[in-house]
């Protein structure tokens, strides 16, 4: 005869495993404007994506009581540094910037703590011609990331000021990627929202109604919310084929290089000064 407890943990998982399944869909929030709204899709592995224009988030959810869950986003790091040796370089250092250009973003390359950040471009830059390819003959010793509206999360707290990124070298590496984010990304945060009868409601006057079972969904979306939610944005290792890799026609061994994520400090941005002067100008006439 089996034991209370074990019935009673069987019993507990059949309920778990039927609410993961009932909240477990679609559902989609209008925006009103021509961009679109948010889908938010959610599974019954207690994972769950948003995605919207120029954006698709994921995290976890978990039932808290009753109706009530708790959606907690996965945080992103704002800025990343890879690195590799290129042979095609020689005598040359390159530092390819792939980061979101709206965001008043700030480097240090090759300084100390009491040098100035140079704004990524100038104030009023417009015709953005991408890639942005930083090149000098100096070795590379330091390299430091910032961002003035970035609120950052450390172990589930929140710092009093934001902080920058300090990234560690490896000496014998000569050719850099510094990837980042936008703050829908890195912020993290969570919301409670409530499901019922097909309605998850995020609040008192956003009510979404189940538009498919997650069985309905289209097997296209379903793999592909499924490998979001169990691959990283900025892998430990960045290899050809990644939206950060950089692109080449007809690439040679040497362009298929993969570069290896470099260790970071994040570091009290009290003190931090932003320049006039930038790294790239970006400028047309009307």
């Not at 003035?148 to 000496?171: Q, S």
């Not at 409530?194 to 309605?199: A, L, P, V």
């Not at 592909?224 to 690439?251: A, K, R």
Request: proline letters at 4%; one cysteine or more; charged letters at 25%.
């Amino acid at each position: 005869m089996k034991s209370f407890t074990t019935v009673a943990l069987i019993f507990f998982s059949l309920v778990m495993h039927a609410q993961n399944d009932s909240i477990a869909g679609s559902y989609y929030q209008s925006s009103g404007n021509p961009e679109g709204g948010t889908s938010f899709i959610v599974l019954p592995n207690n994972h769950f994506v948003v995605a919207y224009f120029g954006g698709v988030q994921k995290g976890t959810w978990k039932l808290l009581e009753n109706d009530t869950y708790e959606f907690k986003y996965h945080s992103e790091p704002k800025f990343v540094l890879y690195g590799r040796q290129n042979p095609q370089l020689k005598d040359s250092v390159a530092i390819s910037f792939a980061v979101d250009r709206s965001r008043g973003i700030a480097f240090r390359i090759n300084g100390d703590k009491n040098d100035e950040f140079r704004p990524m471009f100038n104030k009023g830059a417009n015709c953005f011609s991408y890639p942005y390819i930083l090149k000098q003959t100096e070795k590379l010793t330091s390299v430091d990331a910032f961002s003035p509206d970035y609120r950052n999360y450390r172990d589930g707290k929140l710092d009093d000021l934001p902080g920058f990124y300090n990234f560690k070298m490896i000496d014998t590496y000569n050719d850099f990627i510094i990837a980042g984010l936008s703050e829908e990304y890195s912020q993290g945060g969570s919301f409670i929202a409530k499901y019922k009868d097909g309605i998850l409601s995020l609040d008192e006057s956003t009510n979404l109604k189940r538009g498919k079972a997650y069985n309905d969904i289209d097997e296209e979306t379903r793999n592909f919310v499924n490998s979001h939610t169990e691959s990283e944005i900025l892998p430990s290792l960045l290899e050809y084929g990644n939206e950060f890799f950089p692109h080449v026609e007809d690439p040679t061994n040497n362009d298929l290089i993969p570069f290896k994520r470099l260790e970071v400090t994040i570091k009290s941005s009290k003190d931090v000064v932003v320049s006039e002067n930038s790294l790239f100008f970006a400028s047309c006439d009307d």
